[in-house]
């Protein structure tokens, strides 16, 4: 079977002519540098060394981080663009939803330009009369097709647009992003049409971020990173490597805040001793909540329970024993700073006391980026007395399931003593990130289910 | 490239519908709408007569009367000059086309210089009833060559347009070049004098290098001299020069094709 769509080892370098100093004809002609100038002076690869080929029938998702190469590969299948080296092939006709209405004129009227935009589109005057019916009652602009497109809002613009170039009734469709924009409604009859085009055993490449529509919608799909391509195949394995990658890079980046953090706060500690002079004594264990219930004998909590909640990253104490080294650990024991909702997770202090001590608190607290506190507790709290520490330790406070809701989280960690003298305070030093496939609302995710009992039924969910 | 140009034929649907457009477009929302096509070239006309018959009268004893005159070469060059301008700036106009539609990026040209003639079209019945106030007979059978002499024209004319249209997307600057370079153009082609007049003589070299000369001494020996059409030699030269022009200017087009998407 000839397939629909066939990259063989393309690759698409943009040529930069910025880097041209004078841009003008009169320089060029009088330095007789026409043909230099018209020569790159600078190169930049959009797409390296792909291939792939899509069979006719097949609903091909294209997935990828901005700039890597998605919307130029769309472009080449379209023609609007050559490659630079291997060769693009594609049977049948084509048509791209790439920029909608491109070619309105806004002067005349949208039923003048649905004809001159499928005539560009490749459809003759007699088809376009044949449908025009059926384009404009999906537009669902009957009333105004005769107004000038200048008229039209920018989402009957659009619907306009779309419904021209779907009523193209192309072997291949192309669809980059567009129903990014436009409104529930729309972007259902849209993804009803695309549905109706499978059916009849029609070819669609999709160029999304939508990664949601590609698990739901494709039959394959590939990942483009850089210009090349990283994975293809089933587009479930393929979004979970990319999600694996992202989360890859959320991961680097949460280490390198993590550890500038601690950069900022351990360089003049080093020399002073105290990173922050103005709160040489913060009486309250890292659990203010329940601190708060014991402020009886904590008198000048006040101040230092605002300062509490203001996000100021630092850390503090005697470092009679030190937090020598914190790390948030996944399932498997594996450092991490990316957690899905519900995962375990634990966070490790190295503790180094450096002389042995007798009164001791261990505490942790999670907040999330408004500076909400979530969730605190300490040792003390908790009920346990404590009798020794000595030399160097490890405590570890295990999460057996993080309901949280996804958003980046921010922790507190620290070991002072009952009364509240801090020997290390970490302020807000350690940044993690929870993820969750549902986008639901608040701060915490209780453990839960739905019940129904009557007449109630939901759509399955592909 | 000739396969390229072989597809031009297939387009023609498409280019008929956008001169359509453009010819409805540019007069929609104005009050005299596609009377505009009259009166612009009426008020040219009248300035131009006020000047060189009252201010500073040209008393060539065949050039009476003088506005009919005039009228053969001015309205051919409106139509030269507005396509030649209206083209270099097309693909730029039409960049959204070129850039995220499959689209034939030379039909813009095209279209510009096709939506002039068709004005140009339409200026041609004030000619004749200027020809008719006048009593001013052209010879008949001169007129059988009217259409050839615009049909060279408009290959001229396309060949130009589709090269400076291409490397306009190069050089901006061709746009600014352009509008001095025509009105140099203008007065070195004998449009508002003659070609034989003896101050003219001494260069008629020079103006024999000017491709416009013989189009417009075309035109004006077909409508308004008396007397068949003998300087169809040099239309027919120009001819020929013509399609070499146009492939030239379609060459370069499609060799700068490519870069449209990326420059525009």
């Known amino acids: 079977m000839t397939p629909a769509i066939e990259l063989k080892d393309v690759s698409k370098i943009y040529r930069r002519y910025s880097g041209r100093k004078f841009a003008t004809l009169k320089s060029a002609l009088l330095q007789r540098s026409i043909l230099r100038d018209l020569s790159p002076t600078e190169t930049f690869p959009a797409l390296q060394h792909v291939s792939f080929t899509v069979a006719p029938g097949r609903t091909f998702g294209v997935v990828g981080p901005n700039g890597s190469g998605k919307s130029t590969a ?4 379209a023609g609007i663009t050559k490659p630079t080296s291997g060769s693009v092939t594609v049977n049948g006709r084509v048509s791209a939803l790439i920029e909608l209405g491109a070619g309105f004129h806004p002067e005349i009227s949208g039923r003048e330009n649905v004809f001159i935009n499928g005539i560009m589109l490749g459809l003759t005057r007699r088809e376009i009369a044949r449908r025009f019916d059926e384009i404009v009652g999906f537009a669902e602009l009957e009333e105004f097709i005769d107004a000038p497109v200048k008229t039209y809002s920018s989402g009957m613009y659009m619907r306009l647009g779309f419904a021209v170039a779907i009523n193209v009734d192309p072997d291949v469709l192309l669809v980059d992003e567009v129903l990014a924009v436009g409104d529930e409604g729309f972007t259902h009859k849209c993804l009803d049409k695309f549905a109706e085009f499978r059916r009849h055993g029609k070819t669609i490449l999709l160029v999304t971020h939508s990664l949601g ?18 994975a293809h195949g089933d587009p479930r394995r393929v979004i979970d490597a990319y999600l694996a990658a992202v989360e890859k890079g959320e991961e680097a980046l949460l280490a390198s805040t993590t550890a500038k953090a601690l950069a900022a706060v351990s360089a003049p500690a080093e020399g002073g001793g105290e990173s922050r002079a103005e709160s040489p004594k913060v009486p309250q264990p890292a659990a203010p909540a329940a601190a708060e219930s014991h402020a009886v004998d904590e008198r000048p909590s006040r101040p230092e329970l605002q300062d509490m909640f203001r996000a100021v990253e630092g850390r503090w104490g005697s470092r009679e024993i030190e937090i020598t080294e914190v790390t948030l650990l996944d399932r498997a024991g594996q450092p991490s700073f990316v957690f899905h909702s519900g995962d375990a997770m634990s966070v490790r202090l190295k503790v180094s006391a450096h002389a042995p001590a007798h009164d001791f608190v261990f505490g942790v607290s999670l907040f999330n980026v408004d500076g909400v506190c979530c969730y605190g507790t300490n ?14 330790v490890e405590v570890t406070m295990a999460i057996e399931s993080l309901d949280l809701v996804e958003g980046t989280y921010k922790l507190d960690v620290a070991v002072h003593t009952c009364e ?4 290390d305070y970490h302020r807000l030093l350690y940044t993690f990130r929870v993820k969750s496939r549902t986008p639901d609302v608040g701060i915490y995710r209780p453990h839960h289910r739905w019940v129904f009992s009557g007449d109630v039924a939901f759509k399955d969910k592909r | 490239m000739f396969r390229n140009l072989s597809r031009l034929v297939r387009y023609r649907g498409l280019i008929h519908s956008l001169v359509a457009r453009e010819l409805k477009a540019r007069y929609r929302g104005s009050v005299l709408g596609f009377l505009w096509s009259f009166i612009n070239p009426l008020l040219l006309l009248s300035i131009y007569s006020f000047i060189f018959t009252t201010i500073m009268p040209n008393r060539e004893p065949g050039l009476q009367p003088y506005a009919l005159f005039m009228l053969c070469g001015i309205l051919p060059w409106t139509w030269f000059a507005a396509s030649l301008t209206e083209a270099s700036g097309s693909l730029i106009a039409g960049g959204n086309l070129i850039k995220k539609v499959l689209f034939p990026a030379e039909v813009l040209p095209l279209v510009s210089v096709l939506a002039n003639m068709v004005h140009f079209f339409l200026a041609l019945p004030i000619v004749a009833l200027m020809l008719i106030v006048y009593q001013h007979w052209p010879d008949a059978a001169g007129l059988l060559w009217l259409p050839l002499v615009v049909l060279v024209q408009l290959v001229f004319t396309s060949g130009i347009a589709l090269g400076l249209a291409a490397l306009t997307v190069h050089f901006r600057d061709i746009r600014d070049i352009l509008a001095n370079m025509l009105m140099l153009w203008f007065f070195s082609t004998p449009i508002i004098y003659a070609w034989y007049q003896k101050e003219v003589l001494p260069y008629r070299w020079l103006f024999n290098l000017n491709p416009f000369t013989h189009l417009a001494v075309s035109y004006q020996e077909i409508l308004f001299f008396y007397g068949p059409y003998d300087h169809w030699r040099w239309l027919l030269a120009l001819g020929v020069a013509s ?6 200017g379609y060459w370069l087009f499609d060799r700068l094709r490519d870069s449209f998407a990326e420059v525009v």
């Open chain 1, 74 to 77: 769309l472009k080449l299948v």
């Open chain 1, 213 to 230: 529509l590609v698990e739901r919608f494709c039959d394959e799909a590939l990942w483009l990173d850089s210009g090349r391509v990283r």
């Open chain 1, 379 to 392: 040792t003390f709290i908790e009920e346990m007395d404590p009798q020794r520490l000595a030399g160097d």
């Open chain 1, 420 to 423: 509240g003298y801090p020997y």
């Open chain 2, 243 to 248: 399609i070499g022009i146009f492939l030239a």
